[in-house]
């Protein structure tokens, strides 16, 4: 979708589509996953961690820093990542909402044979 059709949505519609983005890639939910199950912040380990080299790691904690889900803190040479709690409980919430329960929708507008 190009950029400038953005504007066709809603901004919910655009924020989910844009968490969703950031989420589309398996090391992004390995990290997030690591940071979840240590429930702390991490500096180093997530190479050991992933067996990732260390700049891919970088790049896909800057994307999650960016959209929100993750906080640093700066100690001496190293960046600390943890889960950014407001964030975590908005995303988790807006989710929540977009995953409506589908098991008891009217299936008599297309017929009881319908999908």
């Not at 504007?7 to 992004?28: C, D, M, S, Y």
């Not at 390995?30 to 260390?54: F, P, R, Y």
């Not at 790049?59 to 964030?87: D, M």
């Amino acid at each position: 979708m190009g950029i400038s059709k953005t504007e066709l949505f809603t901004k919910k519609q655009n924020e989910i589509a844009n968490v969703a983005r950031v989420l589309g890639h398996p090391a992004r939910i390995a990290i997030l996953q690591h940071l979840v199950k240590i429930n702390g912040c991490i500096c180093n380990d997530l190479v050991e961690e992933l067996g990732l080299a260390q700049a891919t790691i970088s790049q896909h904690l800057k994307e999650l820093k960016t959209a929100g889900l993750i906080q640093g803190t700066i100690e001496g040479t190293s960046v600390c990542y943890c889960i950014e709690p407001k964030a975590w409980e908005k995303y988790k919430k807006m989710f929540s909402e977009f995953f409506v329960d589908v098991s008891q929708l009217n299936k008599t507008a297309c017929g009881p044979d319908c999908c």
